[in-house]
């Protein structure tokens, strides 16, 4: 069983809102075969705790126009690593640093990736931020 259209539309849509806010790597990971409480993993990051927060500003002001809220919000004051959690979907907004220190795409290396449909530009990041991990 792999992740619901649904909520890869929804992270599509996340992931359009998060590079317009200039995140970078953004990776989404169907997740669904290996936990039964979300489907999608969507994990991007910025170099300032600022941007964090305004990526995430941007994530939450794109979903609510689809009437969608998290279901629970974390690590928001800090603006080092956001998690907002859409029950289909997990965000994960993480500052460079921890992003590199955390390895969310190693821990989670079997699930496929997503196609996010966000064009070459993005793509070449995300593939770059893949490379960097092998």
Not at 31 to 52: G, H, K, M, N
Not at 78 to 101: K, T
């Amino acid at each position: 069983m792999s992740a619901h259209e649904q909520s890869i539309t929804l992270a599509r849509h996340a992931a359009r809102a998060a590079a317009d806010k200039l995140a970078e790597d953004i990776v989404a990971l169907d997740v669904s075969e290996r936990l039964a409480l979300t489907d999608v993993f969507l994990i991007a990051s910025a170099p300032t705790e600022r941007q964090v927060n305004a990526i995430v500003d941007g994530i939450e002001e794109e979903l609510l126009k689809q009437d969608l809220r998290p279901v629970r919000r974390e690590g928001r004051s800090e603006g080092r690593w956001v998690l907002l959690d859409y029950a289909d979907i997990v965000i994960h907004v993480q500052h460079a640093e921890d992003r590199v220190f955390y390895a969310l795409e190693r821990l989670w290396k079997d699930c496929p990736v997503v196609d996010l449909e966000l064009g070459d530009d993005a793509s070449a990041k995300a593939t770059s931020a893949e490379d960097s991990e092998a």
